[in-house]
């Protein structure tokens, strides 16, 4: 009775490697008493769906995951049950252990973590550039290399501290992924807008919509164009690299749209 059970259930076979996959995908699998090929039970597919998406799912961690893209793309992230998202806190970057056990678990790191405001811009650079050595350091300790994927930013173009710290973490990376062969994708991203954005701080179209919206006069300095970016449109560009739908060079800039900075105020002045 119990042999006769273990036959007809498909969940009491030694299921592995590409069996798993070929129950789930077209539900069916090699029996081993050679009987051919054989209907699975759309209920037990359910249950080895369940087995194999936790045997096979990607392990991602975000350092930055609490600021306004971070938050973004963790919470997109969480909805999709193909990945284990791994919590990073920013105490991290002060404690080697659990920077250590961070980088050790994962198997995508999103490398968001930045500081783009302070009064000194010496600060912002020796941040940055510490930011990367940390995690540099705490990889090559666990001896793990995990794919990293870096948030560059058009202002490393510029002749400013902030850009040049981006440019040059982008470097320490990319020397890192060469010396012990790991996988390194740097994306040069434009300024960000959408949900959640911080007047003053991470947004120039939020600076500007929360200013109008108290009739307040937005400042405008210097006038030229910007890189716009909405936030969602670069939440999924990660995703399908994460995914692998989307194969890009190691150093890639990001397709956007360019405008104006007087001709924001216009656009949100009209409502």
């Known amino acids: 009775m119990d042999k006769q059970f273990k036959a007809e259930n498909p969940l009491a076979l030694p299921l592995k490697g590409k069996d798993f996959l070929d129950l789930v995908f077209s539900r069916r699998i090699f029996l081993p008493s050679g009987q051919g090929k054989r209907k699975i039970p759309i209920v037990c597919l359910s249950i080895i769906q369940v087995k194999t998406r936790l045997a096979y799912m ?13 938050n973004h ?11 284990e998202l791994i919590p ?9 252990t659990l920077l250590e056990e961070f980088v050790s678990k994962c198997d995508i790191i999103v490398h968001l973590a930045a500081m783009n405001r302070h009064e000194d811009q010496n600060i912002i ?11 540099i350091s705490a990889c090559e300790k666990r001896s793990v290399t995990p794919h ?21 973490g982008k470097e320490k990376l990319m020397a890192w992924a060469d010396s012990n062969g790991g996988r390194f994708t740097s994306l040069t991203i434009p300024n960000v807008f959408g949900p959640f954005g911080k007047p003053n701080y991470n947004s120039v179209v939020a600076t500007f919509c929360h200013k109008i919206a108290r009739n307040e006069e ?5 006038d030229g164009e910007v890189g ?26 990001i397709v956007i749209n360019w405008i104006f900075l007087r001709t924001i105020i216009k656009k949100y002045r009209r409502f």
Not at 148 to 168: A, R, V
């Open 148 to 168: 990293i994927l870096f948030s560059s930013s058009t202002q490393e173009e510029k002749d400013n501290l902030y850009g040049k710290s981006k440019k040059e």
């Open 73 to 83: 793309l963790y919470r997109t992230l969480a909805l999709d049950q193909g990945f």
């Open 125 to 135: 650079y020796k941040t940055n550039i510490e930011l990367v050595s940390k995690l």
């Open 218 to 222: 937005p400042t405008i300095i210097n």
């Open 228 to 253: 716009l970016i909405y936030v969602n449109e670069l939440v999924q560009l990660f995703i399908d690299i994460i995914k692998e739908r989307l194969r890009l060079n190691r150093l890639e800039k």
């Open 88 to 96: 990073f806190d920013r105490s991290a970057f002060e404690n080697v």
């Open 58 to 70: 990607q392990k991602i961690g975000i350092t930055g995951q609490n600021g306004f893209v971070g």
